[in-house]
């Protein structure tokens, strides 16, 4: 079964920056959303953004103006990159891909946002 495997996670600085990347381990067909989540220490997982089949992308609140998501099919890779990070944005993100009958998640990648 094809695998998500996300990459990137680190320690930063306030206002610093990263990039995760979340790859396929092979080909998925009838792709009509890639999105990220994060989940902070005791929180509830959040969607943070999306790119849709239709090639919109959106955004929470929280994350707008600072990350930006893309894609590159020919890598079978979706990115995050975060800008400007804060405190508040350290959490474990996860990518996540789906299609009409399934979804597909990574096993996420630790972002610590710390002085």
């Known amino acids: 079964q094809v695998q998500l495997v996300e990459s990137g996670g680190g320690l930063v600085q306030p206002g610093g920056s990263l990039r995760l990347s979340c790859t396929a381990s092979?080909?998925?067909?009838?792709?009509?959303?890639m999105r990220w989540y994060r989940q902070a220490p005791g929180k509830e997982r959040e969607w943070v953004a999306s790119?849709?089949?239709?090639?919109?992308?959106i955004y929470v609140d929280s994350v707008k103006g600072r990350f930006t998501t893309s894609r590159d099919n020919a890598k079978n890779t979706v990115y995050l990159q975060m800008n400007s990070l804060k405190p508040e944005d350290t959490a474990v993100y996860y990518c996540?891909?789906?299609?009409?009958?399934?979804?597909?998640w990574g096993k996420g990648t630790l972002v610590t946002v710390s002085s």
């Open positions: 092979g080909t998925i067909f009838n792709i009509n959303a």
């Open positions: 790119i849709k089949i239709s090639g919109m992308i």
């Open positions: 996540r891909w789906s299609t009409p009958s399934m979804d597909y």
